[in-house]
Structure formats: C-alpha cells, structure tokens
C-alpha cells in the first residue's frame, strides 16, 4: 500500500518567503549638493581674498590728491602702481611713485567716519576703490642713492651727477629755481620733485630731514598705468632724459649747501 506525501509539508515549503537580495549601496550623486546660496558666498568670499592679495602685494590703485604733478598727472586722475616693480627691480630715476608721508610733508588726515565711511574704506582695503587716504604723495624721482642733485644750472635745469637735464614734462611755467639746493642723496632713499615745480611740496622743502630724499620703506610702488579718465588712458613711461649713461658717473665733489626753505602747499 503506497503513501502519499505529508501535504502539510509541501504547503510549508511554498508559503516560506525567500530571502530578499541585498540592496546596492546609493550612489554618491544622490547626496545632497550645496545650495546656490552657499556656493554664491564661496564664490564671493574667494574674489574678496584674491582682491585683498592683489591690493597688498602686486598692484593698488590711487587717486591723484594734488595739483603738484601737472600735466602728467591730474587732480583726480586714477593710476596703477605697481608694488611687483619696486620689490624686485627696486627704484630708479625717472618713474613716479607713490609714497607714504615721511614725516611733515602732509597735514594730518581726516578719518572717514559713519556707515559711509566704512563702506569706503571697507571697499578701499579689498582694492575695489582706489586709495584716497589723504596721507599718500605722488612724486617723480629724480635721484637715488649716492646722487648728487644740484639747482640749478644757468639755464634753470637740476643738474643730476654734472648732467644738467632736459625736462619736457615740467609744466610750462612751472622752473625748479623756487630753491636752490645742493645735495647728496643717503643710502636707501630716493630724491622727489612734482613735475608742476611751482606748486609741488617736495624734496627740495625738506632738505632738513634726510636731505629731503624719501626713504625706500616708505615708498608703496611705481605708478605704471593711467586707468582714468579714459581719454588720457595710458602707460607712465620714464622719460628718456634718464638714459643718459653721463648719469652714472660717479657725481663731482659738493661745492655749497642745502638751505631750507618754506613749503608751498600742494
């Protein structure tokens, strides 16, 4: 007599569910990705600090204060200095610089105060606006260290190492005879004048301190490019009166003295 199969166990086997396969590991594509908020303020951020790296250590921008370098120069005319220029190739005769106060040449400064203020001088700091601080000078150089500069020869010209020069870019009108000088300029600093010799304070009014030369920690960087206003956009070439190699020779024997004198304003 034959037997059939237990069906209780049959229907056991066929309700037992079988095990559900393992789940694949989520992509990383479906983490959640940065907002556009939170991406705009990096961005932000990075330019600021890229701004403040230029500002400080490449190139910075200037307003113009004074009437003292006409017409290379205007009042409010924007230039590009170059702090690259000066750091490495250091300061030779013929460029115009920007340079802190030594001391005495300028009135003290108004601070900007008020929400106005600091968003100027917030702005200033990161390079988007030029710097106006009131206590910055731009000047031509007219000597570096160990020249002998000297005013003036018959015709009214600086005579530089023996050398008297011609100087086209003096404002018409403008001679350098205001104070006669004769000095030596010291190491490690460089001999100003404006290119408006009429209404610049400069080196020759402040032959007491220094021989009236301005030291070269106290110099920011050359001025190499005017950016405005557009019609007289350019670059701030030397001259080619300073390439005569007669400028090299070491400078004669001093024969007179220095006297100080009062500063005209500007």
Known sequence: ??????????????????????RAPRSRDHRRRPSLGREVVVI?????????????????????PSQSMED????????LTSKVTTKVGGVSRGEVIVFSDPGGWLPPGLESGGPTGWVKNGLT??????????????????????????CCDPQGRIVLNGVSLDEPYIKPGGGTAQQKFDVIVPPD??????????????SRFHLDANNGAVPLGNVVGRAVFRMWPLDRLGFLAIP??????????????QSTSPSPSTSPSG
């Open 72 to 79: 290379t120069l205007l009042v409010k005319d924007r230039i």
């Open 189 to 202: 600093s460089v001999f100003v004048l404006g290119d408006n010799r009429g209404d610049s304070s400069d």
């Open 1 to 22: 007599m034959s037997h059939a199969a237990p069906k209780a166990s049959t229907r056991a086997s066929r309700g037992a569910r079988e095990p559900n396969p393992p």
């Open 125 to 150: 700091f990161v390079g988007l606006l030029p710097s106006d601080s009131g206590q910055d000078l731009v000047k031509r150089v007219i000597g570096v260290a160990g020249d002998r500069v000297a």
């Open 44 to 64: 932000v951020v990075v330019a600021l600090a890229l701004s403040v790296f230029v500002r400080v250590f490449l190139f910075q921008a200037f307003f113009v």
């Open 240 to 253: 080619e009166t300073f390439s005569n190699p007669a400028l090299n020779s070491p400078p004669p024997p």
